[in-house]
């Protein structure tokens, strides 16, 4: 069964680092499309970064610049590298995996909370 485990959120100050990690239990690791969601409260879901198979990546405009997606085929694990966080980055982030750049995810993390407060 798939399984998709979220890691290393937690409480930051404005302008804080913290580094998410995914460890996913998947088949044929490398080959997925592997991304992070996030969700705050009165709002949908939104992709905060992506990155295929070949590491190509894709990021929304809001955290170009600030956060790395990146990904170590060999852990099977997928990380997202945050600084310079803001407070509109609080959600709960979550991991995905799906096919491709462009499909949406097919497999899910539970999420794991973000929040940047003073």
């Known amino acids: 069964q798939v399984q998709l485990v979220e890691s290393g959120g937690g409480l930051v100050q404005p302008g804080g680092s913290l580094r998410l990690s995914c460890t996913a239990s998947?088949?044929?690791?490398?080959?997925?499309?592997m991304g992070w969601y996030r969700q705050s409260p009165g709002k949908q879901r939104e992709l905060v970064a992506v990155i295929a198979g070949d590491r190509t990546t894709n990021y929304q405009d809001s955290v170009k610049g600030r956060f790395t997606i990146s990904r170590d085929n060999a852990k099977n694990t997928v990380y997202l590298q945050m600084t310079s966080l803001k407070p509109e980055d609080t959600a709960v982030y979550y991991c995905s995996a799906g096919l491709s750049l462009r499909s949406l995810p097919i497999y899910w993390g539970q999420g794991t909370q973000v929040t940047v407060s003073s």
């Open positions: 998947i088949r044929n690791f490398a080959v997925y499309t």
